[in-house]
């Protein structure tokens, strides 16, 4: 059936030149699990995810030509961008702070509020949102159909070099899909290359223990990183209702998503309004200043105060989840420079 | 007693919940989809059970038994509880995000003594905020931890 297909694709000319695309095989520990989401009409390919990498670091993809993904989303500093809120085409500041980009290959629903469902739907807001790339995507298509290389690349990955709204994300999210952070200090102790110290020790303790800081309840296991949408005390009155404002209940009111602590070092600074500039002030937000309010989690409520000492240890694990190979990773980086 | 339970189906299903108000929805191997409301809930055989909560203390919960709810739905209980039907599960979901799983047996009258409701009232009053409006309580298990909160969907599939 299969070839009967190629055969046919041969017969009207939008054949692939290489044969068709190779499946591109993606590597994590198997800590991580295998509840991954690869939607059946987009499977990885060799040449997808080539591709994908290319438009991720194409400003061609945005009204000026000036900004790209890569813009909000650095490697260096784990695809995020340094800043409080990112800055688009037309200079308005984002309302919320850049998420990193790693380990998505687990991620369900996308956004600090989770209100994409899929990579291929979340790719659409940047692309076409008038404070961040602010083009449409048919414009896009255009301006990719024109350019010398683009057509080629889209026939290789997806058989006809036709250039389609629908095959720029598909191959976005493709690229996206191979940001795996698997190589951190932690995951060395986890295949027993690395001896922490006891502070770090500590740390991970306090960390994952039910009977410590009770990180671990919302950003469990070695991901650190479990799908769940959580106040976990910032304000009393939220300015921002997170995930109410998707599902207009009540009881959603400042819930934001569990984000990874992969890099987290990297990433500062932190929270969805970017309002910590280091995790000494993450760590003193959940042991001395979590707010009340009706949707605070009970997880986070009559904490125990950490003593300094724990607040070190704990920051000294969480530095332990930097992966110096996946910011220099060259699969990863910028193919025009 | 059929007429009176094909009416209340009618009625649940007609019933679609308005964008606020909070409701739980019984989907997937089903032959009527539910959404659930709380005044619906309400009109329901209640049920009360004790639950030893995270405090350590036994707490009285009121609700709707779960084979209830799911009989109500079309699900494959008792006596159709068998064969290809044993590979069946139910997943919850909560408004958190927060999932878990029970095979079907483990939830049907015919296989266990223990009944799991779909838990309204704690001691005769509402749910406290962050558990409520609707939490399932499962008796009998050494941790709470599949006494989950804020419940909202309850899936019905088979494990392929």
């Not at chain 1, 724990?310 to 110096?324: I, P, R, Y």
């Not at chain 2, 109500?72 to 999932?99: F, H, I, P, S, W």
Request: with cysteine; aromatic share 10%; hydrophobic share 35%.
């Amino acid at each position: 059936m299969v070839l009967l297909l190629i055969a046919c694709l041969a017969g009207t000319g939008s054949i692939w030149k290489q044969g068709p695309p190779r499946p591109y095989k993606v590597e994590y520990p198997s800590y991580f699990g295998n509840r991954i989401n690869i939607p059946e009409d987009n499977p990885l390919t060799e040449e997808g995810v080539r591709l994908g990498r290319m438009l991720f670091y194409e400003t061609a993809l945005s009204s000026g030509n000036r900004i790209s993904c890569a813009s909000c989303h650095k490697q260096e500093l784990a695809f995020t961008d340094g800043l409080q809120f990112s800055i688009g085409v037309d200079g308005t500041p984002t309302p919320r702070n850049s998420m990193s980009l790693a380990n998505l290959l687990w991620v369900r629903n996308f956004f600090w509020d989770g209100r994409a469902e899929g990579l291929e739907k979340q790719a659409e807001t940047p692309l076409t949102n008038p404070h961040e790339m602010g083009q449409a995507l048919a414009i896009s298509a255009q301006k990719l159909q024109q350019s010398p290389i683009y057509p080629a690349l889209f026939r290789d990955a997806f058989g006809s070099n036709v250039i389609t709204d629908n095959k720029i994300v598909k191959a976005l999210s493709q690229f996206e899909r191979t940001l795996i952070s698997s190589n951190s200090t932690y995951d060395q102790y986890l295949r027993g290359e690395y001896q922490p110290t006891a502070s770090e020790l500590n740390g991970i303790t306090l960390f994952f223990d039910p009977g410590g800081a009770g990180c671990g309840h919302c950003h469990g296991g070695p991901k650190t990183f479990s799908e769940l949408f959580h106040n976990n005390g910032l304000d009393s009155i939220p300015e921002d209702a997170g995930r109410k404002a998707i599902t207009g209940q009540e009881y959603d009111n400042g819930r934001f998503r569990v984000a990874t602590l992969r890099n987290i070092a990297l990433t500062a600074p932190y929270m969805h309004d970017g309002r910590f500039k280091t995790l000494e002030e993450v760590a003193d937000h959940y042991s001395d200043h979590i707010q009340a309010s009706a949707t605070l989690s009970p997880f986070l409520e009559n904490r125990q105060k950490l003593t300094m000492q724990e607040k070190k240890d704990l920051v000294a694990f969480l530095h332990l989840l930097t992966d110096s190979t996946f910011i220099t990773d060259k699969r990863f980086s910028n193919p025009f420079k | 007693m059929k007429v009176y339970l094909i009416a209340l189906l009618a009625c649940f299903s007609l019933h679609q919940a308005s964008a606020q108000e909070a409701s739980l929805s019984v989907t997937g191997e089903v032959t009527h989809p539910l959404q659930l409301t709380a005044a619906g809930l309400s009109k329901m055989k209640r049920t009360t059970v004790a639950l030893k909560d995270r405090d350590g203390k036994e707490h009285k919960y009121t609700g709707v038994t779960i084979p209830e709810i799911l009989d109500l739905a079309g699900v494959t209980t008792g006596k159709q509880l068998r064969g290809e039907n044993l590979t069946k599960y139910m997943l919850v979901k909560c408004a958190d995000g927060y999932e878990v799983l029970f095979s079907l047996a483990e939830l049907d009258t015919s296989f266990t003594d223990r009944t799991a409701i779909l838990a309204d009232q704690l001691e005769g009053g509402p749910l406290p905020a962050g558990k409520g409006p609707f939490r399932l309580v499962v008796p009998g298990e050494k941790k709470p931890a599949r006494s989950s909160f804020q419940v909202t969907e309850f899936i019905i599939r088979f494990a392929k």
